[in-house]
């Protein structure tokens, strides 16, 4: 297989699926090595690709069809939890954090949270490295999640599950 179709190879899988693919899977799969995959997505990002570096692996940019930006606010670990699952529970996607910081300004994190086992598993490592929470320079726990669900009334619904969690930022 030559590098060109290698990379078609790539393209094909994510476009297969909605759930992030690590670099290893898609080495095993390939017959390569997981730095051959890692130079192979950074040659379809320079192309114009939209592929996401999430911590779980990759993932096409836009595969949902509704988007939203929500408001929220908190600053515990439980109340994390209990956003995440207001959206999965809900048939959404918690895509991104993004947080205002006074140096850097916007920052934003890539999460690609969809189960309430992967909403676990961020916390649990969240709990591990506290210091690594962009959460942590949001002023007064105040950030904005880009949210993705399969139409407007699992939005509308996750909307409410967050306002009534009392994690809806709302002035």
């Known amino acids: ?14 476009q297969q699926t909605d759930a992030p693919v690590s670099a290893t899977a898609l080495a095993g ?7 051959i995959v890692v130079g192979d997505v950074a040659l379809l990002r320079a192309g114009g690709k939209q ?3 999430t911590p779980r692996g990759y993932l096409l940019e836009g595969r ?18 209990e956003e995440f699952y207001a959206v999965v529970d809900q048939g959404g996607r918690v895509e991104d954090v993004t947080v205002e910081n006074p140096l850097y300004g916007q920052i934003t994190g890539q999460l690609q949270i969809g189960t309430r086992y992967e909403a676990q598993e961020f916390v649990r490592r969240a709990n591990r490295d506290p ?5 942590n320079m949001a002023a007064g726990g105040v950030h904005l ?9 699992s939005l509308e619904r996750i909307r409410r599950a967050l306002a ?4 809806l930022y709302e002035t």
């Open 164 to 167: 009534q969690a009392g994690i």
């Open 131 to 135: 210091d690594g929470l962009l959460l």
């Open 29 to 35: 799969r390939l017959g390569v090595s997981r730095q």
């Open 64 to 81: 949902s069809s509704c988007t939203a930006t929500l408001a929220c606010c908190h600053d515990t670990g439980e109340k994390m939890l």
């Open 1 to 14: 297989m030559t590098a060109p179709q290698r990379r078609e190879q790539i393209l094909a899988v994510l």
């Open 51 to 53: 592929i996401l570096a």
């Open 145 to 153: 999640h880009t949210i993705s669900a399969p139409d407007p009334e």
